[in-house]
């Protein structure tokens, strides 16, 4: 159907609807009703679908021309319903006004200036385009990135205290700041437009959606109640985190920056699970690595999720699902990858939109979506008016009630995807309640306070001149978070996630975390379930099924507390059952945490940055680990080398480590150790001279246990570098080892002269150009063609002619994106009486092919060397032949020191 069949179609019903001046009869009208309501409604679904797959100017502009059709319609239907509703000489049965309240009830399309109105809906288009547009560029080595799946990703693994603070920063700068300018206008035609409906404001408009006059204050209720559970949460992720960034990171005011949670908008914390988990030796359920592993598909992840409703009488997916969804991100165009689920008003037309990945994240969020899209086919034989949940948190609880199900131990088995027999016990059960709670509980704050801010905005409390203000003292007050950065009123925060910029009401998913567990409990209930409440799964119950689904089939045909009643026995939102849920977490939290928990109200005035010496979480637990290897490994060894730097002295070695004093070798080792890692930090950073000496002379302080000179520290630049550097290596081996300042202080003397014979071996380069190649193109590339490449790249190091290597293609890699090629260089040096060398050293070449960049931009090539972690760029590293020559050296130590 066209635009212009469609406002045909309504102008028809409305001429029907006056119907020479005569009131149409309230089941007359009725009928009426529904059946444009259905043509329109769909119309202008379809618009906003194609809209968020394919985001183009043209299609926006359809979009807002759809939407704009149906607020006409749904006028004229307010207009009609109002006149039957204050008829009094009309008797009406309840079902029958309830549902021309609803019809009544039309939000911003309330507003009869049709200027203002169109006004409104490009104001909201264009906050939306801007949000679904908006990537950030980060750095010289990395691309431009959209939020899914490029920042989301980063935010997700990068263990970086920089690399995260600069994606956090300009995320908001590309997404919240654009958008400022126009949320004050928005803000003022929403509350225009609803005031026509007699709400005060647009907040009062949302919660009126609650049935309840009270919600507001029986939100806060709710809140109060999971507080204690919050409180302890964040103390334990709070300390957890500060032994992997360092202390010298967090605010005094005992918050947590935002950026280093795992998430964008710090909302839930699940992504840093494997350094908070309580006992590490035990496993996280995580099904990743087995569904890559058994190939699973994007497909197959649906049809998954698709085999538990049905196992619970739930009908299959209809062919429309599969047929029109978006479930991976298509190429070549700008699409909105929020995931979300889509009743189009259509018979059996439900879609899922989102740009899956194979990993257990997106498993869950499947089960979430799907739990969407059986909620609308349950009610789907209700009049359009009950086409929707109870109340708006319903809809969001039952997906995650079913991933609840779904995220348990015994099912993940049943299906496959969890192979291990040895997984239920203590330490286990509370690994898993931390990886539920990093998601469920870390996000009941931010789920409050989203809506208090907006509901604040709308009643004019917080004006456009506090808005990133007042967003952040609920943030530090509610949430114990603060910015990785100073912010300013320039900034717009709230703006920078979906739901402001999308215009949607959020309050429901607070409502649905909470309620979710009653749920959850009343399904478990139905299925005969003994377990803990934690660990009970309902899959195959038909009799926890028909329970859910007595529900769903009500729709908002009753008050919600009515279908409160019908899952649960009860008619209020409780949160006794998360609780429960949690008493086991909650009892070992008290007990790691004793009286340290809770934060600041007030946001923190010092906000440290991330500093060049806070160690990254990349580098913190390899370094304190080899550290320690070193100087065992010392202690029993004689000559050590560590990068080419031979270190220790085998008359210096004592024995005493019945004593639990550490040998003077080992203290040397490790304090050789550390300058050596300086020499090579002051080398990166351009600042040797000054800083390598202001570590030897920090170090010889510490060894002599003299006290350094504040004075001389505030006069010299690089020396506080050096305090912090020196100070975090000491913290970290010496507290591992209970090696005695004696030892320190003998050990001194050898450092020094290991100084004064190395100042001269590390020297700026400032002119030396590194040699690049021309690389293929992504239509060029082929295997042979990759191969030629590292040939003639190769070409380009220096190194001596005695060098013979060789290049093996190893492997093609299939990704969702991307295709990856790796290759493998074999380096050795034959000779007369060894022709066959003992050991040789190997770099490896990695090549990205994109599936969705133009077939003219080049491919992307990276190589590493073997035993070390760095990643090299061509035309950004120069080649050292040094490095080669010290992994065979390693390997042949190694050999030689192995007895077979």
């Not at 409305?14 to 020479?20: A, D, K, P, V």
């Not at 090579?680 to 950073?685: E, G, I, K, S, V």
């Not at 042979?784 to 380009?796: D, S, V, Y």
């Not at 299939?814 to 290759?823: G, I, Q, S, V, W």
Request: net charge neutral.
């Amino acid at each position: 159907m066209t635009g212009v069949s469609a406002l045909v179609s309504t102008s028809l019903l409305l001429l029907c609807i006056q119907h020479g001046g005569a009131q149409l009869s309230p089941t007359d009208f009725l009928a009426a009703y529904e059946r444009e309501a259905e043509a329109t409604v769909y119309l202008r679904n379809e618009a906003a679908w194609v809209m968020s797959t394919n985001h183009t100017d043209e299609n926006a502009a359809v979009y807002h021309n759809t939407s704009l059709e149906l607020d006409s319609f749904m006028q004229r239907s307010n207009k009609q319903a109002m006149a039957l509703l204050n008829n009094d000489s009309i008797e009406l049965t309840p079902d029958e006004r309830r549902q021309l309240t609803k019809i009544a009830d039309i939000g911003t399309a309330a507003q009869t200036d049709k200027d203002k109105l169109e006004r409104l809906t490009k104001v909201k288009t264009k906050m939306n385009k801007i949000y679904n547009l908006a990537e950030v560029c980060l750095g010289s080595s990395h691309s431009c990135l959209k939020l899914d799946p490029g920042l989301s990703q980063l935010m997700r693994k990068s263990r970086d205290c920089k690399v995260l603070s600069e994606a956090w920063q300009r995320w908001r700068d590309m997404s919240g700041r654009k958008i400022r300018k126009l949320f004050p206008e928005y803000v003022r035609l929403s509350n225009e437009a609803v005031k026509i409906l007699g709400h005060a404001d647009l907040g009062a408009y949302w919660r009126s959606h609650y049935d309840t006059p009270s919600f507001e204050e029986d939100v806060a209720s709710l809140w109060e109640q999971v507080l204690p559970l919050y409180q302890h949460l964040h103390s334990y992720v709070r300390r957890k985190l500060r032994e992997v960034y360092g202390p010298e990171i967090f605010p005094s005011t005992g918050h947590i920056p935002a950026h280093l949670l795992g998430n964008m908008w710090a909302q839930t914390w699940d992504n840093i699970g494997d350094l908070i988990k309580p006992f590490k030796h035990k496993q996280l359920l995580d099904t990743t690595e087995e569904m890559k592993r058994q190939g699973y598909t994007v497909k197959r992840m649906f049809e998954t999720a698709e085999e538990f409703f049905s196992s619970l009488g739930f009908d299959n997916m209809t062919d429309i699902f599969w047929n029109k969804s978006m479930l991976v991100r298509p190429q070549g165009r700008a699409v909105e990858c929020h995931a979300s689920a889509w009743d189009l008003q259509r018979k059996d037309d439900f879609r899922i939109k989102m740009c899956t990945e194979i990993n257990h994240e997106y498993l869950m969020v499947i089960h979430h979506e799907m739990g969407h899209i059986q909620y609308f086919m349950e009610y789907s034989k209700q009049p359009i008016s009950y086409r929707r949940g109870a109340n708006p948190g319903f809809h969001e609880a039952v997906g995650d009630t079913i991933s609840k199900s779904v995220h348990t131990l015994a099912h993940l088995k049943s299906i496959g995807l969890i192979q291990s027999d040895d997984m239920q016990d203590n330490e286990t059960d509370l690994n898993f309640l931390m990886q539920i709670a990093l998601h469920n509980i870390a996000f009941l704050p931010f789920g409050y306070l989203i809506d208090q801010w907006r509901w604040s905005v709308f009643r004019g409390d917080t004006p456009p001149d506090r808005y990133n203000e007042d967003w952040w003292k609920l943030r530090c007050k509610l949430q114990g978070i603060s910015p990785p950065v100073k912010r300013t009123e320039q900034d717009f925060d709230p703006g920078a996630k979906f739901h402001v910029a999308k215009s949607t009401p959020y309050v429901r998913y607070f409502v649905s975390f909470i309620i979710q567990f009653q749920f959850y409990k009343a399904a478990c209930e139905a299925a005969g379930n003994t377990e803990p409440l934690y660990r009970c799964d309902f899959y195959n119950n038909k009799a926890a099924g028909d329970r859910i689904r007595s529900m769903l089939q009500l729709g908002s045909s009753k008050p919600w507390p009515d279908a409160m009643e019908q899952i649960t026995g009860q008619r209020r939102m409780d949160a006794r059952p998360l609780m429960e849920y949690f008493q086991p977490l909650l009892e070992f939290l008290k007990k790691e945490n004793g009286d340290d928990f809770g934060w600041a109200e007030e946001c923190p005035e010092d906000l440290p940055p991330c500093g060049d010496s806070a160690a990254t979480l990349e580098s913190r637990p390899w370094s304190q680990w080899f550290l320690v290897f070193i100087a065992v490994i010392s202690y029993v060894r004689s000559d050590v080398q560590v990068c080419g730097l031979v270190i220790g002295n085998k008359a210096s070695r004592s024995r005493s480590f019945g004593s639990k004093s550490i040998s003077r070798y080992a203290v040397e080792t490790l304090v050789n150790l550390m300058l050596f890692i300086g020499f090579t930090y002051a080398h990166l950073n351009q600042t040797k001279s000054r800083l390598s000496f202001q570590l030897v002379e920090y170090l010889k302080f510490l060894s002599k246990g003299t006290k350094l000179n504040p004075g001389k520290m505030e006069e010299d630049l690089y020396m506080d570098e050096a305090k912090k550097m020196i100070d975090g290596f000491i913290d970290m081996a010496f507290r591992r080892l209970e090696t005695s300042m004696s030892d320190r202080e003998k050990s001194f003397e050898s450092l020094k002269q290991l100084h004064m014979s190395r100042e001269h071996t590390i020297k700026k380069e400032d002119t030396y150009a590194v040699e690049d190649i021309e690389w293929l193109t992504i239509d060029e590339f082929t295997i042979e063609k990759g191969e030629q490449k590292i040939h003639e790249f190769i070409k380009t190091w220096q190194y001596e002619n005695s060098w013979l290597y060789c290049v093996d293609f190893l492997s093609e890699e299939e990704h969702e994106f991307d295709k990856r090629y790796l290759y493998r260089v074999r380096w050795s040096i034959p000779t007369r009486r060894k022709p066959i060398p003992r050991a040789t050293a190997s770099v490896y070449f990695t090549y990205v092919v994109s599936k969705i960049r133009p077939k003219s931009n080049p491919v992307e090539v990276f190589y590493i060397f073997e035993t070390n972690r760095l990643i090299h760029k061509p035309g950004q590293s120069r080649f050292r032949e040094m490095w080669l020559k010290d992994i065979i050296e390693s390997k042949v130590k190694l050999i030689n020191r192995v007895t077979f």
